[in-house]
């Protein structure tokens, strides 16, 4: 797979899933052999969907037993993110969360998602740990659904190396715009991810950048250029879903992306639309925008 990554034109940074890329391999092997191709590691991402025993929570699961697996497994990911050098670790927490009225006690579920972050956190502060939330899926509700109680989320654990990814699907399906999410996040927290996609705003769809919403993805680049992201732009995309190649799909993704930069720093340099945005003007910014993105009648 590493080799096969080396191959797209334009990659540089590839992201790790713990533990199901370290079946039978050493982190520290694992980092040799990608550096060794030329690509970079921008971090670790958890995975619990593989264990049975998480189904119904990882940090929330109400088995104390099993509760703890999950924070053992998770350190063990923080870890395997130091030794890779790649001191960054994304926590999808998916399995927290509820189906039915009835469940949950859900001051006591938030008091047990807390604790946990705050002991991620704390087991080796030099790993950035980032929130990735989602609305639902596999649960129906997610404890972590969306920007603004992630952040609170954030500000209740209290630990300096928190923050947030945000995974543009996820975003639309929450109902959120995604430019938005990332001002509140740089405004209350730091954006530490960025997974680029596009879906339908129905479900993760993880179709190609810019497939469906164009200008919302042009417009969530220009905002983490002014609040000066410089992490990885990852792909969080499903070619395999349809048979799509996946060195192809992720080289039409690398292009679609520099292009819609262009068209940022082109946006940036019109003086017009920084005082339509101003005057809260939507015609005359989308006069401005439409122009750039389609050129001269």
Known sequence: MVQRAATVDGLTVLDLNFPDHFSGTEPVELARQIRSEGLEISGL?????????????????PDPVVRQKAIDLTKRGSDAAAACDAPMLTLWLG?????????????????????????????????????EYKPNEPRSFSLLPDAATTLLAIDEVGRPNLGVTLDMAHVLYAEENPAFAAALVARRSKLLGLHLNDAYAKRDDGLMVGAVHSVQTIELLRQIKRDGYSGALYFDTFPDITGLDPVKECETNIKTVRRMIAIVDRLDQNNGLTDAIHRQDAVGAQAILQQIMLGND
């Open 45 to 61: 991402a958890m995975r619990y969907y593989s264990v049975r025993e998480f189904a119904l929570g990882a940090f929330t699961n």
């Open 95 to 131: 399995q927290d969360g509820f189906d039915y009225a009835f469940q949950m006690d859900y001051a006591r579920a938030w008091e047990m998602e807390i604790e946990g972050i705050r002991e991620i956190a704390d087991h080796n502060p030099n790993v950035q740990i980032s929130l």
